[in-house]
């Protein structure tokens, strides 16, 4: 049986994703006993083009008599290419073969902005923040509902007509926002992610109705240039979302109700934004986002769309970076055709090279594959990152039994080999989001509050900890709670905090940022068991070491699968109120500063 482990030195060096023309050796290991009368193959592919093969070397023998055999390889461009060792006969007939690997090669000049590296990252709905008093309520041509009481439960499900509207709003705003900077910098935030803040007809405003205003129950454009400039001077940078796939069929391009002063492409054949927009049958029938008529896809390849939303003097992305944003967060990138995300990369860079662009997907994002094609989101071109999906579900999972910490590790070494290393190191690592049930919730389930929080204690250890943004979904915080749409989406109360969780998350961040070399610690060491995973980040300056233990279990065998078998010792260590170290779920944390 050929041996080989990517994620092993004696294997593949260096790890991870490279740039071409960077040398890496590929080694497999053939045991005492292996038939090695036949040659080692080496076979690797360019995504889609013809395997390559290469006659493998001895490189070595092992103390256990062993031998490693390999080559060296380069790639000359970018892209994504697959590999594997085989054992053939003079006709070709395979005998014995590795499984398929990936090598991931990105661009030399591929570099994202250093402020994402390591940063708190606080993600705000908007009308469920706070509400200042401040913003008058707007005579609005739309069916809307406006709650007075702050923190009722928001509505749920169709009304009478068997429709979702989401047409409930409680009024939070931007001058809310704002005057919260205060606590928001208190907790360690650096990064503020607003969901959508452009006028539309939903409380959620993913149905965009004027990409050039503000919806006006959160305030104006000048609000919103206040909150920049005044975040920024709490240490705040805040970047938007850019729903850049579809429009709202309430809107001053499609004006499907025709509300608005305009002509808009369901009216009329002449309307300027006709082409904005894909028809079967005109005006009926037309194509929108997973089939929901109230949001009609955008032809985003279209030069008038290109032009409105990126490359116009006074495009829609020009527009709001010179208001005051750091970047963008793109709902359903793997919606947005290849020639949108190169074209939007280019003009975000040109105008501010330490802008931003994060990408919502939700698989491995280095070889992802939507509509046919193979995306190449991370190579230089288009992403500078994207949210870390993969790791919140192995997280989850593994916490609640449906994985073990085998399959948690395979999950956090496969993201660390495929990304490179500019996205990798900035990834925007959630547990909760608005499209997910609340943490808490999650973890709780059917058992006890108790044994729910021990979960979640463990899982912000893993989170706080990984390589990119600790992202909070606002409120996960302070322990708040709810399934799925719109219960997620509740109103923020800090009154109602829970206060171990409050506690738990200040400690812990606090101690996060106390390690200031964390953001460029490399994640070196991963490992699982059936019940434990553990993981050290290691740097020229210190190295950090976690390890969790799920169910119940003495501390001491929590000591025994440590990393290296060190444990809470060394320059720093911590008592029960600061960090919690045993429980239902035991967590054990290692600093060491050199």
């Not at 401040?134 to 702050?150: A, H, M, V």
């Not at 409380?203 to 503000?214: C, F, G, V």
């Not at 050290?536 to 190295?543: K, L, N, P, Y």
Request: aromatic share 12%; proline share 5%; glycine share 8%.
């Amino acid at each position: 049986m050929l041996i080989y482990d990517p994620f092993d030195s004696m294997h593949k060096m260096p790890p991870g994703a490279v740039v071409p023309s960077e040398k890496i050796s590929f080694n497999v290991i053939l045991p005492e006993d292996y038939d090695a009368f036949y040659p080692i193959y080496f076979m690797i592919q360019k995504d889609g083009e013809l395997w390559c093969e290469y006659r493998c070397e001895e490189i070595e023998r092992t103390a256990e008599g062993a031998k490693r055999i390999g080559t060296m390889w380069e790639a000359n461009v970018e892209g994504l290419y697959f590999y594997k060792f085989c054992t053939k006969r003079e006709d070709g007939t395979v005998i014995d073969e590795t499984s398929v690997f990936q090598q991931t090669v990105y661009k030399n000049n591929f570099m994202t902005p250093e402020w994402l590296r390591g940063a708190i990252m606080y993600q705000i709905f908007p009308d469920r923040f706070k509400r200042s008093g401040k913003t008058p309520l707007p005579k609005q041509k739309k069916t809307w509902i406006f709650r007075e009481t702050w923190g009722e439960d928001p509505v749920a499900g169709p009304d009478e007509s068997g429709i979702v509207r989401n047409n409930d709003f409680f009024g939070g705003d931007l001058a809310g926002i704002e005057e919260e900077l205060p606590y928001l910098s208190g907790l360690g935030v650096s990064v503020i992610y607003l969901n959508p803040i452009f006028r539309a007809y939903s409380n959620h405003r993913y149905d965009t109705a004027d990409y050039e205003a503000i919806d006006p129950l959160l305030g104006t454009e000048e609000d919103f240039a206040r909150l920049c400039k005044n975040a920024k001077k709490h240490g705040i940078r805040v970047i938007l979302d850019g729903v850049f796939n579809h429009t709202g069929s309430h809107s001053r391009y499609f004006n499907k109700d025709g509300v608005f002063d305009c002509l808009g492409a369901f009216q009329s054949k002449e309307s300027p934004f006709f082409n904005w927009y894909s028809f079967t049958s005109w005006p009926e029938e037309y194509d929108c986002w997973w089939g929901i008529d109230t949001l009609p896809n955008l032809r985003e390849e279209n030069p008038e769309v290109l032009d409105f939303m990126i490359r116009g003097e006074n495009s829609v992305i020009a527009r709001w970076l010179r208001a005051g944003a750091s970047g963008f967060r793109l709902d359903v990138a793997d919606e947005l055709p290849d020639g949108f995300l190169d074209a939007l990369r280019i003009r975000v860079k040109e105008i501010d090279p330490e802008a931003c662009i994060i990408g919502e997907v939700w698989e491995d994002a280095s070889n992802k594959i939507s509509y046919g094609a193979r995306r190449r989101y991370l190579t230089g071109d288009q992403l500078d990152t994207v949210m870390n999906y993969p790791l919140k579900d192995g997280i989850l999972n593994f916490l609640n039994g449906t994985e073990n910490g085998a399959q948690l590790a395979g999950r956090v070494a496969a993201l660390r080999e495929h990304y490179p290393k500019p996205a990798y190191m900035t990834l925007m690592n959630i547990l909760g989001t608005h499209d997910t049930p609340r943490l808490r919730t999650v973890l709780t389930g059917e058992g006890s509050d108790a044994a729910g929080k021990e979960k979640l204690f463990s899982a912000l250890m893993i989170w706080a900890f990984m390589p990119g943004m600790a992202s909070i979904y606002y409120g996960d915080e302070i322990g708040m709670e709810g399934g799925r749409d719109p219960m997620n989406r509740r109103c923020f109360q800090p009154a109602q905090a829970d206060a171990e969780i409050k506690e738990y998350y200040k400690n812990l961040l606090t101690f996060r940022q106390e390690i200031t070399e964390l953001k460029n610690m490399d994640l070196a060491k991963i490992q699982g068991e059936q019940d434990s995973f553990g993981f050290s980040r290691e740097g020229d300056r210190g190295e950090v070491r976690v390890l969790i233990h799920r169910g119940l279990s003495p501390l001491e065998k929590l000591y025994e699968r440590a990393p290296d078998k060190a444990m809470i010792s060394g320059d720093v260590t911590f008592d029960g109120s600061r960090i919690r170290m045993n429980g239902p779920s035991c967590v054990a944390l290692y600093f060491r500063k050199i």
